[in-house]
């Protein structure tokens, strides 16, 4: 029996005993055979891959010749025999070491995802055996070696992942974090060995180390490629801040190590796909070399169906996602649709940092009416992480570098024929299409193999003959043809086909198609029926007209089994031909005002429902429709302004809440529509939330003054519920600026107003705010009275987003009181459960919270790292203020941990953004660090700015402010040799440290320690 | 009259009764019934009478009852062969539909006692 080694030197044993195999082409001829044992390779091949550039100069003679060399080594001329153009090496692959090792690799992969993790574990360590150093070490520099050493690497790396988690999930963690440790010594950018390293050191009581190998990887990856670490490291690392108790339990799952099937939102049934193997396995490898493939082709010829065909069966560890541009009509649309198809809470940014790092394939179907949009969002998602791929539909290449253009052609003629014959016998099971051989064939031919035009013809079957349906579309094709038109053939066919389509059917439901033509992106069926009456169908006849439109295959049914529900839509094509029918009948006016009010009448629940224990559903709506509710506000504000402010009022909120900064735009574009002719609540209403969404993003300036409108407004019409409401709006935007003392005054005001009104959310939210600003002016009696009041107003009011801050608020008045370790426990749960509930604004601050917890409980590494977590969430979310807030506090850390040169350079970063943006929270903090650091590095001028800064300092009362420029004064007195003002500066700033205590800890008087020990001496 | 017995008359002016058709022609413009308006319509072939047919239809099935008639009064018997088909496949009991397909004012009429 032979056997054949090619993962290292190459080795031949004929039953255990060694052959020897000439060096150079006959060796790498050996290994080229063995790579596809039992199988023939052709000659040619052979020749272009062994000889590469000299090939063409290479006579078949010289292979023959290499042929019979290795013949003679192997001792068995049967070995290799000939064929047809070609050579095969009869060899049994599992005699190869390179096919035993991949049978291994998968065959470990199943024992591990089912639990079998010593099995697993075993095999994984057998197979890394037959590895011998330099994988196919044999079979020379030819570049056709490439893609069979990738492959056979990866196995290998495959293999160490799944042995090293297997083990650890044994409880080998002592032995596996050495060999882990050797692992990311060797492959330093594989993310997976460090998520496994991470989570063992965690395991073994090493939490410090732990976070101290999460910043080595991402030092390792920004220096080495530029990179942010990706989504499994992230959330390992979050999983060790919060303490998280899964990371105790079990070990990593098969999703740890990167093969979670499930992420993404591809139907889970669709249509079947008749033909197009070719052009499914054609894109496929497009998509394996290339990371912009777009499929070209007619409306109609099955592009959208052959991209979902084609990522299906495609792998991407983090999902494959389909977001439908067809109803977009800006590039703010586009972008927001693929924001709201993967499911990011905030902006552009966020949707960046949710695909950073990532292995994620993205669809963007019917581009063509975007299609400088699309181009652009497609080359951001791809410039944004090396692991995204975009596929993408359209009628019309992108016209960007690097694209592969797919030009699908309609389906061939037996093709078309399988696709109406399923169709129809779907549609009627009697039906003997043999019969009508001939008519299916002239039908197909007719309707130019375009499935969709088939599809509708084969719908109809189920009442019509397969000659008439050829008959009638014959007639109409006759009818419709025009010599003179200049609109292709293939779009005249499909039109004439929807039309005849249309034609056939009752008035009740081509009103349901004009119905469902109003909704961008699909509606759920209460809505179409509302829209439905409008157009004058009784409740009653609308009941059934939606499943009579998709059993013609006019309407998709879209069921994620989600909690948007089921979802009914018309392909793009039809709703175009919809709307222009419904505009014929001069109907449209009347269905898109009856849509803007079925969006009117929702929002005016939203509010409520995302203030109660119901919010999680109510989200989903106010994100799955905001396609819907961008549509009936442009609506409104051409013809209905005031029931556009009716919409942003009520899904405002709701908008608030899912960090959608967008929502500014609608708002102000429904407030310029209504002008001062709408109700002043309304206005007033709008104008808030307005002030808030721009409070969270950093224009403090523009929040301030739309709330000095609104409560104008609200004072003009004496309603004390609104007037109460912009009062603790304002306390939320004056605590950005660090006007702390107002914005407690604010919410008393805000709560005397309240008295004999119900309002017990607001109550509790001005509470809540009432706490921060007490907290953050270190107002220690008032923090304990609003943090009990808190408590209390929670008592009735049951919204997730809310409780969520109570306790994060707990936990800072627990690090207001110096019980640490309470307030890492508190904060730790309130990130955690903002995290789940997609808070991703909140989770921010919470996390930068939870680092300034942790080092006050004296674990500086951990809160560095939480505070960088803040910073790049919240800059993600587009909270630049709370990312120039939690930068401060990275600087403090970074210096009291002797990073000076990290220090220094976020520092500067914050401060800069401060003085810009004309203050903000802790900028004094920021600029006090800053001199603290200039001044040790004796740079002009920095005493006279601590100077300054302290007598700030002691006016606005910030103790630990106080402290730091007390010290680092003190420490250039000592410098310049003033021993005494020194030694007094130290002794005023440790009087003041029992004011400052719950800010700064003994760590961060870097320069205090510096003179104590200078005065020693 | 009952709902039955104008679904008993309208059965009898599709069988060809004179006095049945007659009274339907007669109570057209006050009765509430889409079907009985509908066949009026059809019988004199008045497709105004429609308007009011659909004013009055509420169900799926009646409202079809219109639809079916509208496009035989406009004389597009493709139209009425394929909406009939796919009416008479949800309601195959539906008289009026089968009648109006078969060419309906074109049956005879029989003399017959209401």
């Known amino acids: 029996m032979l056997s054949i080694s090619v993962l290292g030197p190459v080795e031949v044993r004929r039953s255990g005993e060694p052959l020897t195999v000439p060096r150079g082409k006959t060796s790498e ?435 019509l003959s397969i000659e008439e349906i050829a008959r009638r579309l014959d007639d109409r094709f006759n009818v419709l043809s025009d010599p003179t038109s200049r609109r292709p053939e293939r779009r005249r066919a499909l039109k004439a086909t929807i039309r005849w389509s249309y034609e056939l059917l009752f008035p009740d439901d081509q009103r349901g198609l004009w119905a469902l033509a109003t909704f961008a992106g699909g509606a759920p069926l209460g809505a179409v029926d509302s829209v439905l009456e409008a157009l004058d169908v009784p409740a009653v006849a609308a009941i059934d007209v939606v499943g009579r439109l998709a059993g013609r295959s006019l309407v998709i049914v879209d069921d994620d089994g989600g909690s948007t529900g089921v979802r009914y839509r018309l392909l793009d094509s039809i709703r175009a031909f919809a709307l222009e029918a419904m505009a014929d009948a001069h109907l449209i006016d009347a269905g898109l005002a009856a849509h803007a009010r079925w969006f009117a009448d929702a929002a005016g629940s939203s509010t409520t429902g995302v203030r109660s224990s119901r919010q999680a559903e109510h989200l989903s709506f106010a994100r799955a429709e905001r396609a819907n509710i961008d549509a009936a506000l442009a609506w409104c504000v051409k013809n209905d302004p005031p029931l556009a402010l009716t919409i942003v009022n009520g899904f405002g909120w709701a908008w608030v809440v899912l960090g959608d900064t967008r929502a500014v735009e609608r708002i102000t574009a429904a407030l310029d529509a209504a002008g001062d002719t709408a109700p002043a609540g309304d206005r007033a209403a709008a104008l808030l939330i307005a002030a808030w969404l721009e409070a969270s993003t950093g224009d403090l300036e523009r929040a301030r003054h739309h709330i000095a409108v609104a409560t104008e407004l609200a004072e003009s019409i004496g309603d004390l519920d609104l007037q109460a409401r912009c009062s603790y709006y304002l306390a939320y935007v004056v605590s950005h600026d660090g006007e702390f003392e107002q914005a407690i005054s604010l919410t008393d005001r805000s709560r005397a107003l309240y008295v004999g009104l119900d309002r017990a959310w607001d109550l509790a939210a001005g509470w809540l705010f009432t706490a921060r600003a007490a907290i953050s002016a270190s107002d220690h009696d008032r923090s304990v009275e609003a943090c009990d009041a808190v408590d209390q107003a929670l008592r009735t009011v049951d919204d997730p987003w809310l409780h969520v801050r109570r306790d994060a608020i707990f936990g800072e008045l627990a690090r207001m009181q110096h019980r640490f370790d309470d307030a890492i426990r508190h904060i730790a749960r309130a990130a955690a459960t903002s995290g789940r509930l997609g808070f991703l604004q909140t989770e921010a601050y919470q996390l930068f919270s939870l680092g300034r917890a942790q080092c006050q409980a004296g674990d500086y590494e951990a809160g560095r790292a939480a505070v960088q977590i803040a910073i790049d969430k919240a800059e993600a979310t587009g909270d630049v203020r709370m990312a120039a807030l939690a930068r401060v506090h990275l600087g403090r850390i970074r210096r009291a941990l002797g990073e000076w040169t990290g220090a220094r350079s976020v520092l500067e970063t914050a401060t800069a953004w401060h003085r810009v943006a004309g203050g903000g929270e802790q900028a004094l903090l920021g600029e006090c660090l800053l001199a603290a650091m200039d001044a040790a590095d004796e740079v002009p001028g920095a005493h006279e700015r601590l100077a300054a800064i302290l007598a700030e300092a002691r006016h606005s009362g910030e103790a630990h402010v106080e402290v730091l420029a007390l010290d680092a004064l003190a420490r250039d007195a000592a410098r310049m040799g003033d021993v005494d003002t020194a030694r007094a500066m130290c002794e005023t700033a440790d009087a003041r440290m029992d004011a400052a205590l719950h800010f700064i800890t003994d760590l961060d008087r870097t320069d205090a320690y510096a003179i104590r020990q200078a005065l020693a001496q | 009259m009952t709902q039955d017995g104008v679904d008993n008359v309208i059965r009898q002016a599709i069988g060809g009764d004179v006095d049945a058709i007659a009274w339907i022609s007669a109570h057209a413009d006050t009765i509430d019934d889409a079907v009985a308006i509908t066949m009026a319509a059809v019988l004199e072939r008045q497709p105004d009478r429609l308007d009011r047919a659909r004013t009055v239809a509420a169900t799926s099935r009646d409202r079809q009852v219109v639809a079916v008639a509208r496009a035989h009064l406009a004389g597009d018997r493709e139209l009425v062969d394929a909406l009939a088909r796919d009416h008479l496949v949800d309601f195959p009991d539906s008289l009026i539909v089968a009648w109006i397909a078969s060419d309906a004012d074109a049956s005879p009429r029989r003399q017959g006692p209401i």
């Open chain 1, 29 to 463: 001829l050996l290994v080229r055979l063995a790579l596809d044992a039992g199988v023939f390779v052709r000659t040619d091949r052979l020749v272009d891959e062994l000889w590469a550039a000299d090939a063409v100069h290479t006579s078949r003679n010289t292979l023959q010749s290499k042929i019979a060399k290795l013949r003679r080594a192997l001792g068995e001329p049967s070995v290799v025999i000939s064929g047809d153009d070609g050579y095969m090496l009869v060899v049994d692959p599992p005699d190869v070491d390179a096919f035993a090792v991949l049978r291994h690799a998968a065959a470990a992969a199943t024992s591990f995802e089912t639990g079998d993790d010593r099995g697993a574990a075993d095999l994984c360590a057998s197979a890394l055996k037959l590895y011998r150093g330099d994988v196919l070490a044999g079979a020379g520099a030819g570049e056709w070696v490439t893609p069979h050493r990738a492959r056979l690497e990866e196995a290998r790396m495959m293999l160490v992942e799944i042995e090293l988690s297997a083990r650890l999930r044994l409880g080998d963690v002592g032995d596996v974090i050495g060999e882990l440790e050797a692992a990311v010594a060797t492959y330093p950018f594989r993310e997976r060995l460090w998520v496994l390293l991470i989570t063992a050191l965690y395991r073994s009581g090493r939490q410090a180390d732990a976070l101290a190998a999460f910043q080595r990887v991402r030092n390792v990856l920004a220096e080495e490629l530029g990179l942010e670490p990706g989504p499994q490291l992230r959330h390992v690392e979050q999983q060790i801040l919060v303490h998280d108790a899964s990371l105790d339990a079990a070990g990593p799952t098969a999703s740890a190590l990167g093969r979670d099937a499930t992420a993404g939102n591809l139907p889970s049934i669709s249509a079947e796909l008749v033909g197009r193997k070719a052009e499914l396995a054609a894109i496929a490898e497009l998509l394996e070399n290339k990371r912009l493939v777009v499929i070209v082709g007619p409306g109609g010829v099955g592009k959208t169906a052959l991209a979902i065909a084609t990522a299906a069966s495609l792998t991407a560890a983090d999902g494959v996602w389909l977001a439908r541009l067809d109803t977009a009509t800006t590039a703010n649309d586009v972008t927001d649709t693929v924001i709201a198809t993967l499911n990011v809470t905030g902006g552009e940014a966020a949707l960046n940092e949710r695909v950073r790092g990532t292995d994620t394939l993205v669809i963007l179907d019917n581009c063509e009416h975007v299609i400088d949009a699309a181009a652009d969002v497609a080359v951001r998602l791809l410039d944004a992480s090396p692991g995204v791929r975009v596929l993408c539909t359209s009628q019309v290449a992108l016209d960007v570098d690097g694209e592969a253009v797919f030009e699908l052609a309609p389906l061939d003629l037996e093709d078309a024929v399988e696709l109406f014959t399923r169709r129809a016998t779907a549609q009627r099971k009697n039906l003997h299409i043999d019969d009508a051989h001939e008519a299916v064939h002239d039908l197909c031919r007719a309707l130019d193999g375009l499935p969709l035009a088939i599809e509708l013809a084969a719908a109809r079957s189920k009442t």
